[in-house]
């Protein structure tokens, strides 16, 4: 019989999603099974990457709507699962959740307990929060991952959020850099629970086009990040970097791809700090378009705040572009500093000039030599096909 994996998420994953995906698919031609369980309900509840989906119901909205789902939540774990419903309540009740919080887990994963699974994934930190019994009650092993955003500004926004989860032996953890184990380690965690697994790229998909290849001594530098536009990646300390070396008499563009909350407060920034001419932003794009503006570009930039690790990066490695990175977390090991990159402390926009500048200045050769040296990295180190091994060795181990 073939291992049956549930992975937890807030939703089915999107095509551009390639981190799941690449995992789902990994699994399958391993073997496995791969149950998705989505925790924000959908409208749809089909096979998705040939997996079946399961959905939360929805404990919102109309009264009589509300009242259904709680009694067919009820009706499904006590007559169908009793010894399941027993076992979870009776674990939130060991672990100081009152009758209330327990019977309200209990009817949130109910959904959950009809499955027989060897193991149950939740694919971030906070998606194990409020369910962090449920692989035991159903006699699966448990792992989590955690990405980023969850390790580092879930707990400050939600005190004391996995007191519970980081209180259990028995799970196993995966997290994306060197830097986020050892935070995650600072929690209690032991060390040899956490397994560090990195992002990788379709390395046959990003590589550059010769032909096509912006020479970097034609003015303007042209200049590209890909990133949500949320204050994390660090775009307004960006901004203010260009914006001194415009008065520095540099030329450049800078094109920004992608969407987000804070486009009207960085649009606003580019305005007041007279870089309107200098800058564009391209919104969101296909992975085509993308990959077409990192080939006419010459300088990749990822000034972020709060980084996990950043496929973005690793693209614009992988098509010879010459990357300038934030020291935010997972970026100090995505770039080998001087070597494929460059690293410049967060939160400092005349240290970024300067290096932006210093890069500029780099003679054709010095240029060549990063650009290969980061090519053959994310080559040999990032693939696809490497992170699905991984993956299986965690499984298996």
């Known amino acids: ?6 992975l937890v998420l807030s939703k089915v994953p999107g095509y551009s999603e390639t981190f799941f995906r690449n995992k789902i698919l990994g699994l399958q031609k391993a073997g496995y099974k791969v149950v998705l369980i989505v925790t924000n309900p959908e409208k749809n509840n089909t096979k998705v990457l040939n997996c079946d989906v399961i959905v939360a119901p929805s404990f919102k909205g109309a009264y009589w709507r509300v009242i259904i789902q709680v009694l067919l939540a009820l009706f499904k774990i006590t007559f169908l699962f009793p010894k399941r419903a027993w076992t979870h309540y009776q674990l939130d009740k060991k672990s100081g959740q009152t009758n209330k919080q327990a019977f309200k887990r209990l009817l949130q994963n109910a959904y959950i307990m009809h499955l027989n699974l060897d193991w149950l994934h939740f694919g971030f930190g906070m998606l194990a929060v409020g369910r962090e019994h449920v692989a035991k009650t159903i006699q699966a092993q448990m792992a989590v991952s955690f990405r980023g955003f969850d390790l580092y500004l879930s707990p400050l926004k939600h005190p004391g959020c996995y007191a519970l989860l980081f209180a259990m032996k ?24 956490i397994h560090i697994i990195t992002p990788a790229i379709d390395v046959q998909f990003f590589k550059p ?7 970097f001594d034609k003015q303007p530098i042209r200049i590209v990040t890909v990133a ?6 660090g775009l307004e300390y960006t901004l203010e970097a260009l914006a001194l070396l415009k008065k520095q008499g540099v030329l450049f563009h800078y094109t920004i791809i992608g969407s987000g909350e804070d486009y009207e407060r960085l ?17 969101r794009l296909n992975p085509k378009q ?13 000034y972020s705040i709060q980084e996990g690790f950043c496929n973005a990066v690793l693209e614009a490695q992988a098509m010879g572009l010459l990357c300038i990175v934030s020291d935010a977390e997972g970026l100090a090991e995505n770039i080998i500093h001087r070597k494929t990159g460059w690293v410049v402390p967060k939160r400092q926009p005349k240290s970024l000039a ?10 054709p050769e010095e240029r060549l ?14 693939t696809l096909e490497q992170q699905q091994q991984q993956f299986l060795k965690f499984y298996n181990k």
């Open 290 to 302: 993308v990959r077409a503006k990192l080939n006419e570009s010459n300088i990749y930039l990822q």
């Open 1 to 6: 019989m073939k291992q049956q994996i549930g």
């Open 209 to 215: 086009q010769p032909l096509q290849t912006a020479p």
């Open 354 to 363: 300067k290096t932006i500048n210093m890069v500029n200045n780099l003679t």
């Open 170 to 193: 028995s799970v196993k953890y995966h997290v994306l850099s060197n830097e986020m184990r050892t935070d995650l380690s600072s929690y209690g965690v032991s060390v040899k629970k």
């Open 267 to 283: 649009m606003f920034a580019t305005h007041q700090l007279q870089l309107h001419d200098n800058v564009t932003f391209a919104g």
């Open 369 to 382: 030599s990063v650009s290969k040296q980061a090519m053959n990295r994310v080559q040999n180190t990032f």
């Open 228 to 233: 949500r536009l949320h204050w994390k990646k």
